[in-house]
């Protein structure tokens, strides 16, 4: 600590140490309040007012607990009881103090604006720019010319697919990442919808009749919908051959290529059922701002259903023989076909897509579970909870699938109080993109709540935001540009290439990942560029953290 004398006080500055983890976003007024402690002490830590330096909370430092997925020792110091809006922090005498962190109604509000621009910034056929928030970071219109279907495609030529969303820290643009991306944004806006529907992104479109979120949206969603072929069926990716270096997307002159699976009928079945589940909520969400657009999004739904239902699995294996850009492999397409078939119900009502629903959904039991959280590969949990939401549902069906949604949100809430991080991944769920995986615990808490409001479930959801927002073994926030220390060096071309030396905004890195090695894997984890498997972004991870942030705007 350094003194300092001020017109005759003494005063005693505490450093910030790393061994206080707090929220470094802050904590809603009404919830559960806890910081994490990795040093040896006892007795009690002060919650001080920044503005007045003002000691408003002596808080017990709780027992020692240790964490075996981190081996860190951690003691608990609960000030829940601290409701006034302000900016605090907690300091412990012989240790320090913690960043500075906020409480009030709206702390989330800026975190969510940067996470949902994260998007803008992912842009692939136009020029981008953060401005006016972060003007430095841009680049000119990207990818520009025509894609070429590859060999594995079953076409020839070329066909004009400017658009969507660079898919991670490569400029790869994948159908199956795509569908559980879109898919959980759209549901995002679409469960929030007074919340969202007046905010100002400041995107390009900004200021015309589609609300700027699902505006952002469908850049992505148009592109999905040039990769249905004629006959219903989607392709599985277009990329490039090979990864670029680390360059701008406007420095990537490198053609794009179309790519299917290689044989009859080339298109892919995950694909095209993902395509078809966003397509269908596409067409329930856009037709008060663009009723042509949705018109489109009902049609491209219908038509990939016909496909699916003409064509047996025909799934995406390895890359074809010249091609290595990301696989997205998926050898199980039936949560994809469930999915689709719910969001088709829950937009249409028609009988054939509840009938296909009720005949299928119970080959999994029970219907959700507390150890499997959504992702790409698997869409169960997207397929159930449509399904329980749609209006003119099978009444026991709906019931089953609420009653394992609050069973598998019991399992993670129980977990994550018992964690001494209070987060809920298990020691064998430090994989690649674990932080994704604690936002999308997280969602199923929150989508829990919404069938059945338990104080457990969201106060397990806010927890599980902040173990990303940096209440974590590295006292570091996993979202770049929020906190006060963050992740510097997400595996992301723009952030590496840009000459500037903070990382673009809003990006959550994966995070630790142990290889399957069980001894301390919440501990691997380095902020280096190079390390893909622990610092990629990737837009399937950013989703999650936009929908837990929007649940949690307040109105």
């Known amino acids: 600590m350094t003194l300092t004398l001020l017109t005759g006080v003494l005063l005693i500055a505490m450093q910030a140490s790393d061994q206080i983890k707090v929220c470094q976003v802050g904590y809603l007024p009404s919830e559960s309040k806890f910081a994490m402690l990795t040093a040896d002490a006892t007795g009690n830590a002060v919650i001080r007012r920044v503005l007045d330096n003002r000691s408003v909370v ?13 081996g860190d020792t951690v003691r608990l110091i609960d000030f829940s009881s601290l409701k ?9 005498e012989g240790v320090g103090k913690s960043f500075d962190f906020r409480v009030g109604e709206q702390i989330f509000a800026y975190p969510f604006r940067l996470a949902m621009r994260s998007f803008l910034g992912q842009r692939c056929g136009t020029a981008v720019s953060l401005a006016p928030d972060f003007p430095q970071y841009h680049y000119d219109a990207c990818h520009m010319a025509p894609a070429q279907f590859h060999a594995s495609s079953g076409k020839t030529g070329t066909k004009d697919m400017h658009g969507g969303w660079h898919d991670a820290g490569d400029f790869g643009k994948y159908v199956v990442n795509s569908g559980i991306t879109t898919g959980t944004l759209l549901w995002a806006y679409e469960l929030n919808e007074k919340k969202l529907k007046n905010l ?8 015309g009749k589609t609300p700027d979120m699902l505006a952002e949206i469908r850049w992505n969603l ?14 599985h990716k277009e990329t490039t051959a090979n990864f670029p270096g680390f360059i701008m997307p406007d420095e990537d002159k490198s053609p794009t290529l179309i790519i299917g699976n290689g044989q009859a009928p080339f298109k892919v079945t995950a694909a095209t059922a993902d395509l078809v589940a966003v397509a269908a909520i596409g067409a329930r969400l856009y037709p008060n701002y663009d009723r042509a657009f949705a018109n489109k999004c009902l049609a491209a739904a219908e038509k990939g259903w016909t496909w699916l239902q003409a064509n047996k699995d025909n799934n995406y294996g390895r890359n074809p023989a010249g091609i290595g ?23 249409t009502g028609h009988k054939e897509f509840t009938d296909y629903f009720l005949a299928n959904y119970t080959k999994w039991k029970p219907t959700v579970q507390g150890d499997a959280a959504q992702g790409w590969p698997e869409l169960r949990n997207m397929a159930m909870w449509s399904y329980a939401m749609a209006k003119g549902a099978n009444r026991s069906a709906a019931n089953q699938i609420k009653t394992d949604s609050l069973k598998a949100a019991d399992a993670i809430a129980a977990r994550i109080v018992a964690h001494p991080y209070r987060m809920p991944l298990q020691q064998t769920e430090y994989y690649w993109g674990s932080n994704a995986v604690v936002a999308n615990y997280a969602m199923m808490l929150q989508i829990a709540n919404r069938f059945k409001p338990e104080v457990r479930y969201r106060d397990g959801a806010l927890d599980s935001l902040h173990y990303l927002l940096g209440r974590n073994t ?8 929020v906190g006060t220390k963050w992740a510097m060096n997400p595996h992301h071309r723009p952030s590496a290439a840009d000459k500037i030396e903070q990382p673009w905004p809003g990006l959550i890195v994966g995070g630790p990942n142990s290889s399957g090695k069980l001894d301390k894997p919440a501990r691997q984890w380095k902020d280096e560029a190079a390390r893909y498997d622990l610092n ?16 949690e705007l307040q109105p």
Do not use: C
């Open 58 to 70: 002596v808080a017990k430092i709780g027992e020692p607990t240790v964490d075996a997925s981190s």
């Open 84 to 92: 006034e809006p302000g900016v605090y922090r907690v300091e412990v």
């Open 222 to 235: 148009d592109w999905m919908l040039k990769m249905q072929d004629d006959d219903g069926g989607a392709w």
């Open 200 to 207: 100002n992104l400041d995107l390009p479109e900004s200021g």
């Open 325 to 347: 850009t990301g696989g997205y492999g998926d050898s199980n397409p039936s949560d994809e076909r469930l999915w689709a078939a719910a969001e088709l119900f829950r937009t």
């Open 474 to 481: 590295f006292n570091t926030s996993f979202v770049t540009h």
């Open 536 to 551: 990629e972004n990737a837009i399937n991870w950013n989703a999650p953290l936009v929908f837990i942030l929007a649940e």
